[in-house]
């Protein structure tokens, strides 16, 4: 394509840009958050959903006109697991398709200086050569549980890619495997694997119960980044990295559903049996993704899954039992 990689250093040599954290209350956002002011930065801008709703363009158009950010990361986005992406495919869709393109057109018309996307493992191929690579987007059909979500976010890259061909904007994009972490979505139903089944058998703990269901056969692999280590590698691509293409960010650890299920069981402290509900979905039989041109430019993750689930455990306890 016709934009070259270059590298950036405007973005940490100024602590006091003004940074708009889209979905700060969210996993990713707030573990944004917590990075940035780790590392000095002054000047984050912050709006809760109640107070600006990013799916209304004037709203989104005014608040960038009013405020002038510097930088954006678009970490708002309308997420949750394989129950809620098959349940509610309409909201998946035009909910992020409406965020997304409301935050890229104003940032851009406002004077952003750098925008960076987050995507998702999920806009690859249902059945992509693994690892996969960036070069596997739009080379086959998708998984149907996820395909609305997945759509969305293509059309994301696609702005961003698209911003950057015709007027040189420094837009990036990046997709994470599946997350986890402090804040995240516990849900019963709707939150993603690891937080649903953490809740699931603390409280048959707590309940002492001898069951815990876990859907689907256990059979797929999924691949898992503590958040922490994401906003570490988005603010090291925001240092770092200015091109056209979308970078992954992976792990590089996969497990199977069976194995992660024994784990949080054993980290949770439930000693009962687990039992597979097969009349739910499994979803991708496998999405590892090949994270070689993130670590090329010199970013390895550093939390293992045994210690990031301890974290999270912690997390949970102290913020989300009653
Ligand atoms: N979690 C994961 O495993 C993965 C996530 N990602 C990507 O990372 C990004 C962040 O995801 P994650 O942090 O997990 O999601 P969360 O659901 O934890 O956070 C999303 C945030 O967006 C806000 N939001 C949603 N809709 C609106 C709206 N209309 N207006 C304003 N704010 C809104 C939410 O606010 P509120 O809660 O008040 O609605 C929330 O703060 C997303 O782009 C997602 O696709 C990528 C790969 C994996
Ligand atoms: C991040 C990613 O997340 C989603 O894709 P997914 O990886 O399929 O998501 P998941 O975490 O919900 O499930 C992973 C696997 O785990 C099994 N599973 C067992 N027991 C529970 C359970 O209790 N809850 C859930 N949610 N899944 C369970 C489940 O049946 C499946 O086999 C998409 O939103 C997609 O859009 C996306 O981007």
């Given amino acids: 394509m016709a934009c070259p990689n270059t590298t950036t250093d405007s973005f940490t040599l100024d602590k006091s840009a003004k940074i708009y954290v889209a979905g700060h209350r969210g996993l990713v956002g707030s573990a944004l958050v917590r990075k940035l002011q780790t590392l000095g930065f002054t000047n984050l801008l912050l709006k809760s959903h109640s107070d600006l709703d990013l799916t209304n363009q004037s709203h989104v158009q005014n608040f960038f006109s009013t405020h002038k950010p510097d930088v954006v990361i678009l970490a708002a986005a309308k997420v949750g697991g394989i129950h809620a992406n098959n349940t509610y495919p309409a909201d998946f869709i035009t909910i992020n398709l409406q965020i997304q393109t409301n935050v890229i057109t104003s940032a851009f018309h406002h004077g952003v200086k750098k925008l960076f996307f987050l995507g998702s493992s999920c806009i690859y191929p249902k059945f992509a050569p693994q690892p996969i690579k960036e070069e596997s987007l739009l080379t086959g059909p998708l998984e149907p549980t996820n395909e609305m979500y997945a759509i969305a976010k293509i059309a994301g890259i696609k702005m961003c ?21 402090p804040n995240d979505n516990f849900h019963p139903e709707n939150s993603h694997v690891l937080p649903g089944l953490m809740r699931r058998f603390h409280e048959a703990k707590v309940l002492g119960k001898k069951e815990v269901v876990v859907w689907g056969t256990g059979a797929p692999l999924r691949e898992f980044l503590h958040v922490d280590d994401l906003a570490d590698a988005v603010v090291f691509l925001m240092e770092k990295y200015s091109g056209v293409e979308h970078v992954n960010v992976g792990s590089g650890v996969e497990v199977s559903i069976k194995e992660l299920a024994e784990l949080v069981k054993e980290v949770v402290g439930f000693e009962g049996e687990l039992v597979w509900d097969t009349s739910k979905p499994d979803g991708t039989p496998r999405k590892l993704m090949d994270s070689s041109k993130l670590a090329g430019l010199g970013w390895v993750p550093k939390i293992s899954l045994r210690d990031g689930l301890v974290d999270t455990y912690k997390w949970y306890l102290e913020n989300v039992e009653q």
């Fill in 161 to 181: 890619q698209g911003y950057r061909i015709q007027y040189n904007w420094d837009a990036i994009s990046a997709m994470p495997t599946n997350l986890y972490g």
